[in-house]
Structures are given as structure tokens and as C-alpha cells.
């Protein structure tokens, strides 16, 4: 009896101190915060995508299980992924309506106790915000209205939007509209045209700035817009991508759904490049045309080669330096190895092997496929396989070739000292130029030209196939040369020895024994084939409708081709392959020389989708196959190259 009496004794204090534990026992939840996945947690649990992650604190005296989250009926566990901190749970939300829905959570002590916690949870769809007119990356004349629409996804609206115009260098105005109150669901414009208008030669982005009803701010940049009134600049071909490369044949161009295409000049149609491999992103990407298809690099160091209708990924990080015909060349990326690739064998041939070489490595490819390269390391250009040319203080730029003729550039820290190798293996001395950019010389049918200092400002220098030497500008500000990645050196002289090149933020032509010819602004990249000088800016080729050779008609030039031209339905008629494009080179002396005019950074522009049928009036414009007095509305369509404001490594030395 004794012992049964003890027993109850020691359960009624146990029952009597679970009781006064139970008493005391408390459970508590704070910080309930989400994310859609990409482990960036809010407090204000407003989501997008599919998925909603939750991150609870809870806590209580005599510890805490389990906790859950309820939410639309559907109830998970959440819990601690290490042995404290908070707890997490994810919700697969993808049939859930956007808008605000309750969120119910539920922590447990050891004892049944529990505390709940109610909150809201929006899942929330970005609205579509889109420039309609002029559209993306268009070329404009004049300064016409610039239309955006902002079209929020229900039950929210776009309740104020308002846009910001700015180039490189200055503010031209903004304006912000606002939903009338009790207007009916429906997208809310902006149309309003930047002051002061803008100049020739000049990019614009519209930095747009969104207030949703539910009080949610978001922002983004659409554009550019370049702004061009040359009536010398006549439309050839618009294709529905930024152009990469073209030859008299066909056009390279890559789409903004990171697609690449083919644009057969004569008939006009299309071949998409089969589906890259999944890991690149071409983005930011340059690339050149070859006989079996094209080679291309993307904006995250791979290099690809289409042949055959068929990607093949020579490198995964590296650089692809120079295309010419079959053969190619590309360095890994931290330069010490240096390849030439067939692209019909598809073999890699080594050019270069020195590993820990802090040097730069450039080269160029003659059109029969013989290979010139140089370092700043070394004195001289080495021709693979056979001999050197040059040895000259100072460090070696980028070698060019023609196939006839070799130069270089050797830099000293202040003078750039440009030599020419004939094919007869005389040494001719070009000239010195100021420190600018080391993209200094032209090749082309045995015509050389050059930079050459007059002490003040670099100038444009012409040397014949016979040996003469001609002075092309007189400007007092130093002229540089229209080049391109992949096409440095090759593209500015005519079969004539007609040199294009670039002076104040415009364009020119010059020709011994005359004044340059300015054809318009520095937008875009020039080349010569077949005689004519064209234009490339964005996703349109122009020609150049010179004084001295007019361009013949066009039948492919006309309404279809114009910037902000009204089409079929409107001036929101849908345009295929809308794309984007940087804003063009700062062509700035005092620097270090490269391979290339220095690149201020790409702004972060946003690609506008589909053209809408909101009946705007669109840009005033005239025909592309018709030129324009000034201040009309000569336009043409332009699109943007992305990524080809990618620069090469900063290449300066102590």
C-alpha cells in the first residue's frame, strides 16, 4: 500500500509540474519573409514566379514543433534546414491567381500550444512596359513623340508612369502621367518627346519609372533611339536582329531570343542557325561570317563555330580574335595559348604557348589564310611559320594584312610609330601619331592608311600601291578610324583608295586632293564592298549616297524601311526581331591604344516587347529610298547590336 502510495504521490507532482509548465509555456513567430527562389528574402511578402519560399523565427519555452504554413487550403511543414535558425518551407504557387492571398502559420510547443499568425501574401506579375513608337533602337529624324505603354497584370494596374531622356552626356526632360481616377482597366501611356530635342549623332534612353496600385515601384530603361538626319543614308535591308557581320552576300544578325540568322542578300530570306548548346549566353556576343556558316563569341567566353547547320564549341573560355575565310584564331583566356582553327577540318593548330605571359595577344589573317601575330612582349610581327618583319622599340600593336602589304604600330607610352612591310620586303617608315587608339591603320588592295601626327592632332594619311603619300584631313582635332571587332584594319579603304574615317562625332570620306566628304554621323560601323560604302546601325545596312559615286535605286528601299513609318495596323504594328544596341564608342584621344575605340559601359536596356495596335500616330518620316531636304523626316530602321559593346580586357602596363 506504502508503495502504491508513493507511486501516485511522484505521478501527481509530475502531473502537477507538467501542469504548471504547460502554464507558463509560450510560443512566439516572428520575421515572416518570402522569396521566389532566388534567396533574396522581403518582409513584405510580395512575389513573382512560380514558387513562394517562406522563412519563419519561431520559438518557445520548451521548444518548438512542428510549424506550418497554410495557405489557399494548401498546408506544408516547415523546417529548419540546420540545427537552429529560422524554419522554411517552400509552395509550389503556379496556379495561384495573382494578387493578395492569406497566409496562415501555426508553431507548436512540446505541450499542444500553439501561436498563429495571419498575413498576406501577393503574388505579382511585372506589368508590360514597351516603347511603341519610334520603336526600340529605331534611327529618328527631327525629335517626334516617343510613346510607351505600361499594361499592369490584373487585379493590378499601372497607376503612374513617367520617363526620363537622357544620352551619355545630358538630361533632356522628363514627364509623368498619371491614371485619371474611375478610368476603366487598360494600359496607361506615355507620349511626350524629349526637350531640348536632341542632335544628330546622338543616343537616347528613356530611363521609365512605374508606380503600381498596390503601391509597388519599379523601373527600367528602354531604347535607344538614335538620332540621325544625313539624307546620304539610304536603307538596304532591315533584318529582325542586331547585325554582327554581312559581305556582299549575306548578313549575320543576332535576335533578341538569342537566336542566329543568316539574311540572304539577293532573295531575301532567312536561315536560322540551328539551337545553340544550353550553357552559353550569347549575349554580348561579336562574330564574323565564313564560307561554311559563321564563328562567334559569346558574352560569357565560349567560342562557337557554325558549320553545316551544325554548333561545334571550340573553347569555353576564351577569345576569338580575328576570321578570315577558313581559318580563325583564338587565345584561352589568360592569353598564354594562341590557336589557328580550320573550320572545314575543324583542327586547332597551336600558334602561341607561353604560360604566364601578362602580354596581350592580336593577330590578323590575310585573305589566303597566312597568319600575322604580335605581342607587346616582342619587337617584331611574326608571320607563322616562316620569318619576322620589324624590330622597333616600343610595344608591338595589332599587325594588318591585306595580303599584299603588312604594317604595325609600336607604342612607346606617348607615340604611336606605324611601319609598312611591302610584299617586295621594303620597310616603309608611315609616320608617328599621338597616343590614341592603336586601331590605326588600313589595308586594302596595296593602299595603306594611316595616322600621322602634325604636332597638334592626329591626321588621316593615304599611301598608293606606287609609293605616293597623301594628306586626307586638316581638322584640329585628331581623327581615328572606323574599325569593328574582327574587322580591324579591313574595312575603311575603297578599291580607289577612298578612306572612311571618323572626326568629331561624324563620318567621312576622304580622297586625295579634295575636302572630305562628311556623310553623316559616327552612329553604327562603315565598310566598303563592292565599291560602295555602307552603314550598319542596329539591325539595318544603309548605303551611302556619296557626291561622287550616287547610289543606284533600290528595290528593296521604300515605306517598309522607315523609323516610325505607320505599317499595316498602325504605328503599333508588330516589328519581328526587335533588339537592342549600346550606345556607340567614346572615340576618346589620351588613352592607352587598343584594338578598339575605348566602349563606355552598355546602359541596361530592356528589351520592349511586341508592338500593340494602340492606334498612336507614329513618327514623322519620309521614304528610304527617296533622300530629304534637312529637317525633314529621313529616317530608317535601326535596331541594336547587344553586347557589342563588349571591350577587351584593360591592356594598360606599367
Known amino acids: 500500500m506504502r508503495n502504491f502510495r508513493n507511486l501516485m504521490s511522484a505521478a501527481l507532482a509530475s502531473v502537477l509540474s507538467l501542469a504548471a509548465a504547460a502554464a507558463q509555456a509560450e510560443v512566439a513567430i516572428w520575421d515572416v519573409m518570402a522569396s521566389d527562389g532566388n534567396g533574396e528574402f522581403d518582409s513584405r511578402l510580395v512575389v513573382q514566379g512560380d514558387t513562394l519560399v517562406l522563412r519563419v523565427s519561431a520559438a518557445g519555452t520548451g521548444g518548438v514543433y512542428p510549424v506550418e504554413a497554410e495557405l489557399e487550403g494548401v498546408r506544408i511543414e516547415l523546417v529548419r534546414p540546420g540545427d537552429e535558425g529560422p524554419f522554411e518551407g517552400t509552395f509550389d504557387i503556379s496556379d495561384l491567381a495573382y494578387g493578395p492571398h492569406r497566409l496562415t502559420i501555426r508553431a507548436y510547443d512540446l505541450f499542444g500550444d500553439a501561436e498563429t499568425v495571419e498575413k498576406t501574401v501577393e503574388r505579382y506579375a511585372a506589368p508590360l512596359i514597351r516603347m511603341t513608337s519610334p520603336l526600340p533602337s529605331s534611327t529618328v529624324a527631327g525629335n517626334p513623340r516617343v510613346y510607351i505603354q505600361c499594361l499592369g497584370t490584373a ?23 498619371a491614371r485619371q481616377a474611375g478610368a476603366p482597366p487598360g494600359p496607361l501611356w506615355f507620349a511626350a518627346a524629349p526637350s531640348p530635342a536632341p542632335l544628330p549623332g546622338e543616343v537616347v534612353t528613356v530611363s521609365v519609372s512605374v508606380r503600381l496600385s498596390n503601391d509597388r515601384e519599379l523601373g527600367r530603361t528602354l531604347g535607344p533611339l538614335y538620332y540621325e538626319s544625313s539624307p546620304k543614308l539610304v536603307a538596304l535591308h532591315s533584318v529582325p536582329g542586331a547585325i554582327l557581320d554581312f559581305d556582299a552576300t549575306r548578313i549575320l544578325f543576332l535576335d533578341h531570343y538569342q537566336r542566329l540568322g543568316v539574311f540572304d542578300r539577293a532573295t531575301q530570306e532567312m536561315r536560322w542557325a540551328a539551337t545553340l548548346p544550353p550553357d552559353p549566353s550569347i549575349g554580348s556576343s561579336y562574330g564574323a561570317l565564313t564560307p561554311y556558316g559563321a564563328a562567334v563569341q559569346s558574352g560569357t567566353g565560349r567560342v562557337f563555330v557554325w558549320r553545316d547547320g551544325v554548333w561545334r564549341k571550340i573553347v569555353t573560355t576564351g577569345r576569338l580574335d580575328a ?152 581638322f584640329a582635332a585628331s581623327s581615328l578610324f572606323d574599325q569593328q571587332k574582327l574587322r580591324v584594319g579591313h574595312d575603311g579603304i575603297s578599291d580607289d583608295g577612298e578612306v572612311l574615317f571618323l572626326n568629331g562625332g561624324k563620318r567621312y570620306i576622304g580622297r586625295p586632293g579634295v575636302e572630305p566628304e562628311e556623310i553623316g554621323s559616327a552612329l553604327g560601323h562603315a565598310r566598303w564592298v563592292d565599291g560602295n560604302a555602307l552603314v550598319t546601325i542596329g539591325n539595318t545596312l544603309f548605303q551611302v549616297v556619296s557626291e561622287a559615286a550616287p547610289a543606284a535605286p533600290s528595290a528593296e528601299t521604300g515605306e517598309a524601311l522607315l523609323a516610325g513609318a505607320a505599317g499595316p495596323d498602325g504605328p503599333d504594328a508588330p ?80
Open 323 to 474: 576570321v578570315s575565310g577558313d581559318t580563325l584564331v583564338w587565345t584561352t583566356d589568360d592569353e598564354d595559348r594562341a590557336y589557328a582553327h580550320t573550320v572545314s577540318t575543324g583542327i586547332n593548330t597551336p600558334l602561341w604557348n607561353r604560360p604566364g605571359t601578362v602580354t596581350p595577344f592580336q593577330t590578323d589573317i590575310s585573305p589566303s589564310g597566312d597568319i600575322y601575330y604580335a605581342t607587346y612582349e616582342e619587337p617584331w610581327i611574326r608571320r607563322f611559320g616562316v620569318s619576322r618583319l620589324g624590330y622597333h622599340p616600343g610595344k608591338l600593336q595589332r599587325p594588318i594584312t591585306d595580303g599584299m602589304n603588312v604594317a604595325g604600330r609600336w607604342w612607346n607610352g606617348s607615340t604611336s610609330s606605324s611601319y609598312l612591310f611591302t610584299a617586295d620586303g621594303e620597310e616603309v617608315f608611315l609616320g608617328d601619331s599621338i597616343s590614341g587608339n592603336s586601331a590605326g591603320l588600313l589595308l586594302h588592295a596595296g593602299y595603306a592608311g594611316f595616322l600621322r601626327s602634325d604636332g597638334a592632332a592626329n591626321q588621316v594619311w593615304l599611301r598608293t600601291p606606287e609609293g605616293e603619300m597623301y594628306q586626307l584631313s586638316n
Open 575 to 654: 516589328i519581328a526581331g526587335e533588339a537592342q544596341e549600346p550606345a556607340p564608342a567614346a572615340l576618346l584621344p589620351g588613352h592607352e591604344p587598343d584594338a578598339l575605340p575605348v566602349l563606355d559601359d552598355a546602359p541596361a536596356l530592356q528589351l520592349a516587347g511586341d508592338a500593340s495596335s494602340g492606334g498612336l500616330p507614329a513618327g514623322v518620316g519620309c521614304s528610304a529610298g527617296r533622300s530629304a531636304a534637312p529637317g525633314s523626316g529621313l529616317a530608317a530602321l535601326a535596331a541594336a547590336i547587344a553586347g557589342l559593346a563588349a571591350a577587351r580586357r584593360d591592356r594598360r602596363r606599367a
Open 155 to 177: 487585379p493590378y494596374e499601372c497607376a503612374q508612369l513617367c520617363g526620363y531622356f537622357r544620352t551619355q552626356t545630358r538630361d533632356l526632360g522628363s514627364q509623368c502621367f
